[in-house]
């Protein structure tokens, strides 16, 4: 009876079968924005970009995972990256982060999991890095991994997350589409009043402005007053902060992961994540007290990337002007927003440690409220 009752548990937790299809707003006529998403409205519309997802489901109190995001499908310690962090809020237990401010790239998979097992994935990728081949005299790696705290609905005091989910994770890797909602390091997250998770959004500029591509990927897990669109949301469903809405945490975390293929280096990467930070604002996020916010960028583009085989002590870059980089800006704003409400959208009902759950969007609910505003589009 017991077993039976632990897979009922399972399947009402992470199978769509048993509740409404869950469904993109871009799909139901909520479409944010002014530019135009890529083909797969993703990170991986960024090319070479991969993310793989472990998702940890176990009896009835452990709702976890791991998310990781490889910049390209190369070497990544010998061929890396050039990336920037910006900190929007400091309550969090990122690592590797100094290093990326300090040299300005990343050379590492990014790893995403929840706030006590953050040590555990960083192992991960490090043993990882350490067995390529080629680097069986590496002494030094830096692994880069963010969190978010879960413990609402996990049982994060277990640590349940072991280094080989770390490897299938990375394993798991591929671009194309990107499974979003209740999954991986979003699998045990809450966010705006409702359940978060992983989210993914792009935007691709026109030609005339390179035809460059902006990816997002986020892992939501923080409070505020929801609003979609510029609609009040959160306001007409009576759920958002200071609502007396139980359970409303307020605190929390997001981690956001921007990728793009235009030639940025460090300085004006870090310039491109303090505009993905806005848009936090444009759901209802205001990063609270207890809230860790944090955004890696990185770009893809060969002509900035940084190969540590070349020899000599000068490496020559091709790179964006400044005063071309305002549209990239517009672009991570908004890839951003949509993310986040992907995150929303996609996530299922989960119930999880000690019976808690946390409930869904109600999209037929929202999508009443975005009619009433006007906010439907064809």
Do not use: C
Not at 33 to 50: R, Y
Request: glycine share 12%; no cysteine.
């Amino acid at each position: 009876m017991r077993l039976l009752i632990l897979i009922l548990v399972f399947l009402l937790s992470t199978n769509d079968s048993f509740s409404q299809e869950r469904q993109r707003p871009r799909d139901l006529g909520i479409k944010p924005g002014i530019l135009t998403p890529g083909p797969l409205n993703a990170i991986t519309d960024v090319e070479g970009v991969q993310v793989g997802h472990k998702t940890i489901i176990k009896e009835d109190n452990i709702r976890t995972g791991v998310t990781m995001i490889l910049p390209h499908d190369g070497d990544l310690f010998k061929s890396r990256v050039p990336a920037a962090v910006y900190v929007g809020n400091g309550f969090g237990k990122a690592l590797g982060f100094t290093q990326v401010r300090e040299l300005g790239q990343i050379e590492t998979p990014i790893g995403l999991t929840n706030t006590l097992s953050i040590h555990t994935v960083a192992n991960g990728i490090t043993d990882y890095i350490l067995r390529q081949p080629g680097n069986e005299n590496v002494r030094s790696v830096n692994p880069v991994v963010g969190e978010t705290n879960d413990g609402w609905l996990n049982d994060i005091r277990g640590r349940h997350i072991t280094m080989n989910d770390v490897f299938e994770a990375i394993d798991n890797a591929q671009s194309g589409s990107v499974v979003e909602g209740s999954v991986g390091a979003g699998s045990g997250t809450s966010a705006l009043g409702f359940k978060g998770g992983i989210g993914t959004s792009s935007r691709q500029l026109p030609s005339k402005f390179g035809g460059y591509t902006v990816g997002v990927l986020v892992q939501s897990n923080f409070g505020g007053v929801l609003t979609i669109d510029g609609a009040p949301v959160g306001e007409e469903l009576e759920n958002h902060y200071l609502s007396g809405q139980v359970p409303y945490e307020v605190d929390g975390s997001v981690m956001i992961i921007v990728a793009t293929d235009a030639p940025l280096l460090s300085r004006n990467l870090e310039r491109l994540a303090k505009r993905a930070f806005l848009g936090i604002s444009r759901v209802g996020g205001f990063a609270s007290n207890g809230s860790g916010d944090y955004v890696i960028a990185f770009s893809t583009n060969e002509d900035v990337r940084i190969e540590t085989a070349k020899t000599g002590p000068n490496q020559d870059y091709t790179e964006l002007k400044n005063s071309a980089t305002t549209p990239l800006f517009l672009a991570a704003v908004e890839a951003t927003e949509e993310a986040i409400l992907n995150s929303l959208f996609m996530a299922t009902t989960v119930t999880g440690d000690q019976g808690r759950t946390q409930q869904a969007l109600p999209v037929e609910e929202v999508l009443k409220i975005m009619e009433k505003y006007n906010l439907l589009e064809p």
